[in-house]
């Protein structure tokens, strides 16, 4: 399975923030939105991840207040990302490995989209199960045996 299989599922909605923007209307959007994550773009590219890690981590250092912090500060600014044509086992050893819970999914420049641990574990029980529903109807027609 591959990347652009989930993102097609998955739609292609994009919460995206600025550098620029304060950490607080950060925070706003993601609550709003029931999101984990937003894509930090300047000038129409992809410059770093905003996931609730970071925020809570100011949140610790800065004693419970995002006061004048902007995403800039505290942004990853070298998110891992893959491609449409990753494969899914590749792209949960990535996560595992950088204990990432999001992915940018980039096409040269353009980004498509963000996939989650969630939507990538979502996919993998999905095609379990059709595996799973195929073996057993497999099972249910087995041919009997000529006897000789």
Known sequence: MLVSEILRVKGGTLY???PAQSLGD????MAENDIGSLVV???GELVGMLTFREIILTLNRLGGSVGQTIVR???DDHPLTCTPNTDINEVRRMMLERHARYLPVVDGQTLLGVISFYDVARAVLEAQSFENRMLKAYIRD???EASG
């Open 16 to 18: 995206t923030v600025t």
């Open 26 to 29: 950060a925070v706003v959007a």
């Open 41 to 43: 773009m300047e000038h």
């Open 73 to 75: 500060t505290v942004m």
């Open 142 to 144: 087995w041919p009997e």
